[in-house]
Structure formats: structure tokens, C-alpha cells
T-cell receptor, first 116, second 119 residues
Framework: SQQGEEDPQALSIQEGENATMNCSYK?????LQWYRQNSGRGLVHLIL?????REKHSGRLRVTLDTSKKSSSLLITASRAADTASYFC????????????????FGQGTILTVHP | DAGVIQSPRHEVTEMGQEVTLRCKPI?????LFWYRQTMMRGLELLIY????????DSGMPEDRFSAKMPNASFSTLKIQPSEPRDSAVYFC?????????????????FGDGTRLSIL
């Protein structure tokens, strides 16, 4: 299986509910990032959490990272119809020799649908 | 500020033709990444550059694919000859790499992609 696998593959909720998406990975990481992709558009960076951090907040977003379990979760609180999109986690595993060029490995994504 | 700019947004061409995709990264960024996105394979990293130098092209699927970055503000991805299985959305992304250290910790900024259809 791939580095950075999201779960569930699809999530359908009502406006106002919380949405939780999970990501698992296999190798050690420098950081883990979450991106959003609206239909027909490019990916937009949401939040980055470093390997020595356990939790991070940004507005209605909360990200947790458990390096012992090699997993992360993204929580969107009080969801809105405008949050409908695909969400991807991406891992930066650095590079042998110590130089990290910021190369990311993306998961397959979670499709979130928020119904008004 | 202008984001990453890709052109064309859509390209439809017949198999065997040469296809050139273009990317203008964000000014000041020194790393550039080319990705391909399909339903079957998801988002795949094809090649990336740092300071205009290709660092890793192991994701380029075949010799029919080539990429260049002649200067800090322009990159191309070329497919010659094109085949129907090359149909996908191709994204370019840029970021800033802090030199001399591990753990870059910088996000990537994506363009809106080129939707390529090879008939």
C-alpha cells in the first residue's frame, strides 16, 4: 500500500457536523501536510505539522499526528457546503544524506461532501 | 500575488503529436515539481527541480517524457510522441527550499493544472 493513505475514501455529512479524515503512512517523516482540492482546480495547502508536533489548529481545522502509530487525522469542525472537496495528506520523508528537497508523497484522498 | 501559472488549461490532441505543457512558478520559489493525476493512480510525482537543476526524475514514466527548467521563472514538460494513456491532469507546484538543512517544512503551491486528452 502507498505512503499516505486516507480513510475513509468518501465521507458525506450535513452542514454543521464535524468531519474527520485519517491518514496512515509507513516511513519516518519530516512533516505531514494536508491539502484540499476543489473540482477542476489545483491542490491548496491547508496545514503542515512537523514530526515533533502532536497537534495543530488553524481556524476550523485541527490536525493531530501520532508518529508512534504513523498516523494523522484532520478534523473540520462545523462544516459548510463550501468545504465540499477532496482532501489529501502528504508526507515529506526527507532524503538520504539529510537534505530535504520538500518532495511529497500524496495519498489517494478523501472525498468530502457536505450537504446544505 | 500571482500563484503558479500553467498553460494551456486544456489540451486535446491526437496520438503521436508532441505536447508541451508550461509552468511559471511563484516568484522567489526555488523548487519546482511536476505531477500527474489520474483516477486510477492518484497524484504521482514525475520530476522535481531545485535552483533549475533536475534533482529526481525517477517518476518520469518513459523516455517519451522530458522536462526542462531553463530559468527560475519557467519550466516545460514535453511528451513526444503522445499516447492515449498519457491522458491526465498535469500539475506544476513550486515551493521555497531553505538550503543547508534537513526538514524543509515548506508547503507546495499548485497551479490549476493542464487537462490533457490524447485521442
Amino acid at each position: 500500500s502507498q505512503q499516505g493513505e486516507e480513510d475513509p475514501q468518501a465521507l458525506s455529512i450535513q452542514e454543521g457536523e464535524n468531519a474527520t479524515m485519517n491518514c496512515s503512512y509507513k516511513t519516518s517523516i519530516n512533516n505531514l501536510q494536508w491539502y484540499r482540492q476543489n473540482s477542476g482546480r489545483g491542490l491548496v495547502h491547508l496545514i503542515l505539522i512537523r514530526s515533533n508536533e502532536r497537534e495543530k489548529h488553524s481556524g476550523r481545522l485541527r490536525v493531530t499526528l501520532d508518529t508512534s502509530k504513523k498516523s494523522s487525522s484532520l478534523l473540520i469542525t462545523a462544516s459548510r457546503a463550501a468545504d465540499t472537496a477532496s482532501y489529501f495528506c502528504a508526507t515529506d520523508s526527507g532524503n538520504a544524506g539529510g537534505t530535504s528537497y520538500g518532495k511529497l508523497t500524496f495519498g489517494q484522498g478523501t472525498i468530502l461532501t457536505v450537504h446544505p | 500575488d500571482a500563484g503558479v501559472i500553467q498553460s494551456p488549461r486544456h489540451e486535446v490532441t491526437e496520438m503521436g503529436q508532441e505536447v508541451t505543457l508550461r509552468c511559471k512558478p511563484i516568484s522567489g520559489h526555488n523548487s519546482l515539481f511536476w505531477y500527474r493525476q489520474t483516477m486510477m493512480r492518484g497524484l504521482e510525482l514525475l520530476i522535481y527541480f531545485n535552483n533549475n537543476v533536475p534533482i529526481d526524475d525517477s517518476g518520469m514514466p518513459e523516455d517519451r517524457f522530458s522536462a526542462k527548467m531553463p530559468n527560475a521563472s519557467f519550466s516545460t514538460l514535453k511528451i513526444q510522441p503522445s499516447e492515449p494513456r498519457d491522458s491526465a491532469v498535469y500539475f506544476c507546484a513550486s515551493s521555497f527550499l531553505w538550503t543547508g538543512g534537513a526538514g524543509n517544512n515548506q508547503p507546495q503551491h499548485f497551479g490549476d493544472g493542464t487537462r490533457l486528452s490524447i485521442l
